[in-house]
């Protein structure tokens, strides 16, 4: 596995500096029920890393000091480290948005009979991966019987209210191309994905997002392996729009891995880019009375990734 990729330019992509923070974004641990091909994280059933109870404490503490607006969790299947429910319920007790990044087969798991409601009860927003709405797409890209169980899940999410406009239960699905090309338009692709679900299977969501796969990691690795990273990263070059600059999410984020350090963005944190360029990773400890507005972003050529086309963050589609 390539940790390090040889096009990760340090000098191309244009400097940028941080706004006000708003959205602390931590990866509670990398086991995962499931192992996608397209995974920045190389999450699975075999990892074990996960984040201790001293750092859950400290990722606390940091919400309260800093007036974080929203935790957004993810993995590997958050839902799997034993002090999810925990934070979750911290969080929201001190008025913190929470979004679970849920690949909605865990909801199908053995012990996860209660995860639904819970998530339900503390109105926790849910972006769940369906990189497609045809079976064979989606099995494809994630594994054998996934989209039947992501169906699923997606129907006993409904039936708790999540999906629908006159509830305050937010429910947003995710794309990811299948190979090295940009997202189609998130609004047409929307539609398409609301029409099909709803006429296929009754089911209904709240927006779609569409995510630009990343260079890095697992997906990176793939591209070499095909002789497809060169075109690849000239397509997400040449598509570099300036004005999607302003938007991206690491102006506003920060992004702390399953031991407490913390990053720019996850993608940053997957390629262990420390903050501020600097020799070693920051640690939460050390941020919790620290503004960092107006710092540097650590950037390398992936961030094209970002900026590319309609742009691409953790919230979808950066412009029309």
Same mark, same amino acid.
């Given at each position: 596995?390539?940790?390090?990729?040889?096009?990760?330019?340090?000098?191309?992509?244009?400097?940028?500096?941080?706004?006000?923070? &708003?959205?602390?974004?931590?990866?509670?641990?990398?086991?995962?029920?499931?192992?996608?091909?397209?995974?920045?994280?190389?999450? *699975? /059933?075999?990892?074990?890393?996960?984040?201790?109870?001293?750092?859950? !404490?400290?990722?606390?503490?940091?919400?309260?000091?800093?007036?974080?607006?929203?935790?957004?969790?993810?993995?590997?299947? $958050? %839902?799997?480290?034993?002090?999810?429910?925990?934070?979750? *319920?911290?969080?929201?007790?001190?008025?913190?948005?929470?979004?679970?990044?849920?690949?909605?087969?865990?909801?199908?798991? $053995? @012990?996860?009979?209660?995860?639904?409601?819970?998530? #339900?009860?503390?109105?926790?927003?849910?972006? #769940?991966?369906? /990189?497609?709405?045809? +079976?064979?797409?989606?099995?494809?890209?994630? @594994?054998?019987?996934?989209?039947?169980? !992501?169906?699923?899940?997606?129907?006993?999410?409904?039936?708790?209210?999540?999906?629908?406009? +006159?509830?305050?239960?937010?429910?947003?699905?995710?794309?990811?191309?299948?190979?090295?090309?940009?997202?189609?338009?998130?609004?047409?692709?929307?539609?398409?994905?609301?029409?099909?679900?709803?006429?296929?299977?009754?089911? %209904?969501?709240?927006?779609?997002?569409?995510?630009?796969?990343?260079?890095?990691?697992?997906?990176?690795?793939?591209?070499?392996?095909?002789?497809?990273? !060169? &075109?690849?990263?000239?397509?997400?070059?040449?598509?570099?729009?300036?004005?999607?600059?302003?938007?991206?999410?690491?102006?506003?984020?920060? *992004?702390?891995?399953?031991?407490?350090?913390?990053?720019?963005?996850?993608?940053?944190?997957?390629?262990?880019?420390?903050?501020? %360029?600097?020799?070693?990773?920051?640690?939460?400890?050390?941020?919790?009375?620290?503004?960092?507005?107006?710092?540097?972003?650590?950037?390398?050529?992936?961030?094209? @990734?970002?900026?590319?086309?309609? @742009?691409?963050?953790? *919230?979808?589609?950066?412009?029309?």
């Amino acid at each position: 596995m390539h940790d390090t990729l040889p096009h990760l330019n340090k000098m191309n992509f244009p400097a940028i500096k941080r706004g006000d923070l &708003d959205t602390l974004q931590i990866n509670i641990g990398l086991k995962c029920n499931q192992q996608c091909v397209h995974c920045h994280v190389n999450s *699975s /059933p075999k990892r074990t890393e996960m984040m201790s109870v001293e750092t859950l !404490s400290l990722v606390k503490s940091f919400l309260i000091k800093n007036n974080i607006q929203t935790l957004d969790i993810t993995g590997g299947a $958050p %839902e799997l480290h034993p002090g999810f429910k925990d934070l979750v *319920s911290y969080a929201t007790e001190n008025n913190v948005h929470v979004i679970d990044r849920c690949n909605l087969t865990i909801l199908s798991e $053995p @012990g996860m009979g209660d995860l639904a409601q819970f998530l #339900a009860k503390n109105e926790v927003e849910i972006v #769940a991966s369906l /990189p497609c709405y045809e +079976e064979k797409n989606v099995d494809q890209q994630r @594994g054998k019987g996934v989209f039947e169980k !992501s169906i699923f899940g997606l129907k006993q999410l409904n039936s708790l209210g999540y999906g629908k406009a +006159e509830t305050n239960l937010v429910l947003s699905l995710v794309y990811n191309p299948q190979g090295p090309v940009l997202p189609p338009a998130q609004d047409e692709l929307e539609k398409a994905y609301k029409k099909e679900l709803l006429q296929k299977y009754n089911i %209904e969501f709240n927006q779609l997002f569409t995510i630009c796969n990343m260079p890095i990691k697992r997906f990176g690795s793939t591209l070499i392996s095909n002789n497809q990273l !060169s &075109d690849y990263m000239m397509l997400l070059k040449e598509s570099y729009r300036s004005k999607n600059l302003e938007n991206i999410m690491c102006r506003q984020l920060i *992004s702390v891995d399953w031991q407490g350090n913390v990053y720019d963005c996850d993608f940053n944190q997957m390629l262990g880019l420390n903050m501020q %360029e600097s020799d070693a990773p920051m640690h939460i400890a050390e941020l919790i009375n620290t503004n960092i507005n107006g710092h540097s972003i650590s950037v390398r050529d992936h961030c094209y @990734g970002c900026t590319a086309g309609q @742009g691409s963050s953790c *919230s979808g589609a950066l412009a029309s």
